[in-house]
């Protein structure tokens, strides 16, 4: 079993920042991919951004060159920093942990992202 305390959401104007943390307690491998994912109201959840072994990193059109994840391998915490927020941003969003050894995928309980002047 994993589970995860997730924090930093938050009211941000448009053009702000914020810093995402997700902490993951539980059978945790270096190995297991991370991610973050993002639903906003009447869509579908998207993956964000993706960190893999050997710190291999992927990230959808809509972010490149705005969102950095990381992570924290002896601290079980990914991260997500968030730099030129838009509107559009805004969602709830979610990190998660794929379990290779078990084929298992945890979930977060979500932060809520407002992008909004």
């Known amino acids: 079993q994993v589970q995860f305390v997730e924090s930093g959401g938050g009211l941000v104007q448009p053009g702000g920042s914020l810093r995402l943390s997700c902490a993951a307690s539980g059978r945790i491998s270096s190995f297991d991919p991370m991610g973050w994912y993002r639903q906003a109201p009447g869509k579908q959840r998207e993956l964000v951004a993706r960190?893999?072994?050997?710190?291999?990193?992927y990230y959808v059109d809509s972010v490149k060159g705005r969102f950095t994840i990381s992570r924290d391998n002896a601290k079980n915490t990914v991260f997500l920093q968030m730099n030129s927020l838009k509107p559009e941003d805004t969602a709830v969003y979610y990190c998660?942990?794929?379990?290779?050894?078990?084929?298992?995928?945890?979930w977060g309980q979500g932060t809520q992202v407002t992008v909004s002047s």
């Open positions: 998660n942990v794929q379990q290779l050894g078990s084929g298992l995928t945890y």
């Open positions: 960190i893999g072994f050997g710190l291999s990193t």
